[in-house]
């Protein structure tokens, strides 16, 4: 079996036994800055656009929803079940589909949705990225099928950046089997290296701050 | 240096647009890289890599030890992993799921360990249809290609080239526009991956803590390879290893940079198992495939263990002198540039190509820009030594085989070996005393005189065999 030979060769080749334990890996680095809230959505604000995506500053919840039915006029929408969206009433809007649990009827939506809403766990402020994590909340493709993405956050979630996401969730795997970062609109330049946007996920991706 | 490769090197150099597209496609990276690893934007980026160095380093020196981390922890939520020594073991494997699960259509993200054991080859020759869905990938296996660079396969070609093959191979009408092409193969993959019943993906790190898979990208092809169809199979080399999620703080900010100059791909994906409990989509089986495929070969030598520390960001290519004229192509196997050259003839012998390891100026920028520190110069001299060492090997064998062809046309020829034995005999001591004893006296120095102290051949018939035979 290549299993028991594989690691056999590994051992032989590296002089250990079987079960042998090992020294401690390096401390892991992590180091998280102290950075105030307002300078964190500055930062995000100006990472996200430098990739071409939209920001909006929301107020209120009110002022989020308002935003969103703007920005989804005359246009289909799923919004995942992220209770932070029937708060701020997105999920109840016009045009909005929400409250899907069942995987084929979602997938069906997300493919021909031209809008999907979701809000994130976290989102960080060097890099721009949302932090989506799989749930009864956030399914993956709500973020991934349709051609545009708009993430409702509330700003108490913006962390520093990934040593910060790493000290708040150490093993991803503990919460869900999937956590995605997504940091600025789907990309390619695989042709000529010619930058074009929306290749496989949503060319067009929306972040709202809401606080 | 073999005949082929000179000549795809020469063909290379002759070919002026490629040239142009080479250089200007690594420039870009190359500056990009540059500006997000200034001591201005990046100041701890020495300590990043000094640490990325040591993580490795700890990981591949206990790599059994992590190994059996990793399955146990993709085991405990639901994942399976398996071993395969081979190409053969890991098509074997996948071929075996999907007969079972009356799969008929994969769906493919970029994954240079799928391309080192041509996955979609031995996957269509048993009757599968596996789409590569990355768009330098798509294209390249329309053109049945290899990719050209580790992050940018289709580099080599052209907008022109790409209307072409589509046209050719997909039955549009004729599009140069570079969006239009790009939307044309979203929509005909976008089909592909809804109906797809398996995604297979490599890896770019594989975490042990966790049992989980990372992968970077930026179409978002990945994601779709790895959350849409039922079945998520992952193939990596197992070198791919690293202890603890929080490792990747670390990591992460060093790939992104070093590959293409961002300070994260569009989409990082951290996946552990298939879909919980709860959790609405997502797949239901998740299969970690660990391949060796060479690698274990080159973990006993200390000075060159160290190859296996590569995360594949391809700063090396583009800083290479050698591989910005060369190209990709002109690399004997699917790994191009300096890590492609220390690590061909390790995975596949010396011999494989053994003018790879000179075709280097050994100017050292693919050290300076290695995120994870490994010393490809000082490793590139290592595999000069033994590529020597292994033609003196030949040459002795060369003699060997001289002297024992000599011996056998002798042995077919009875007339001349009558004639050598009487020529022999001839030379023997007339005393009848040993011919070996009687070997002149400088001769018989040192370790010499004592080997033949003990040795002699006994003194010479009056008549051979053959003469005794004929007078019977």
Known sequence: MSRDNILHRIRTALGRSAGQAVADPPPARIRVPDVDMEKRIASMFAAIEALAGKTHRAATP????????????????????????????????????????????????????????????????????????????????????????????????????????????????DVASSMVLITGPSRTADIEQILVRGVHGPGQITVVVVG | MSVEFDRKIHNTLADANLQLAIYTATARLKDKRAETVAPDALPDYQELRTQANAVKKHTIENLDYYLEEFERNVEAHGGKVVYAKDGTEVADFVLGLAKDR???????????????????????????????????????????????????????????????????????????????????????????????DIGISGANFLVAGSGAVVLVENEGNIRLTTSAPKIHIAIAGIEKMIPRAQDLAV??????????????TVYTSFLSGPRRGGEIDGPDEFYVVLLDNGRTRLLPDRGKRQSLYCIRCGACLNACPVYRKIGGHSFPWVYSGPIGAI?????????????????????????????????????LLELRSDVKKAEVREKRNRLEKLAFRAFAWLMTHPRLYEMAGKLAASAAPPDGSGWIKSVPAPMNIGPLRAWLSQRDLPPAPARSFREMWRRR
């Open chain 2, 102 to 196: 009356g799969a008929r259509l994969i769906v493919k993200s970029k994954s240079m360990t799928t391309e080192e054991v041509d996955l979609n080859e031995r996957l269509e020759h048993h009757g599968l249809e596996s789409v590569e869905t990355d768009l330098g990938e798509y294209i390249i296996q329309l053109a049945h290609e290899r990719p050209y660079h580790i992050v940018a396969p289709a580099l080599h070609l052209t907008r022109y080239d790409v209307a072409d093959l589509f046209t050719k191979r997909l039955n549009v009408p004729r599009e140069t526009v570079i969006e239009k092409q790009t939307a044309i193969a979203r929509k005909v993959l976008r089909q592909k991956f809804l109906a797809a």
């Open chain 2, 343 to 379: 690590i061909t003839p390790q995975f596949m012998g010396v011999s494989h190509e053994p003018g790879l390891p000179f075709a280097s100026s050994l100017c050292g920028a693919c050290a300076e820009v290695c995120p994870v520190k490994i010393d490809i110069p000082k490793v």
């Open chain 2, 251 to 264: 990591f992460l900010k060093l790939l992104g940079r070093s590959g293409t100059g961002q300070l994260l």
């Open chain 1, 62 to 173: 009110a002022d989020a929803r308002a935003f969103v039915a703007a920005a989804i006029e005359g246009k289909s929408a799923v919004a995942s079940n992220a209770p932070f969206l029937v708060e701020c009433g997105i999920a109840s809007l016009p045009g909005v589909r929400s409250g899907i649990t069942d995987r084929e009827e979602l997938r069906g939506l997300c493919a021909t949705a031209d809008v999907g809403i979701t809000s994130a766990d976290y989102a960080l402020a060097d890099t721009g990225s949302l932090v989506m994590i799989a749930s009864t909340n956030e399914a993956r493709l709500v973020s991934l099928l349709p051609p545009a993405h708009i993430a409702v956050v509330p700003r108490a979630r913006i962390l520093t950046g990934l040593d910060e996401l790493f000290s708040v969730v150490p093993n991803p795997a």
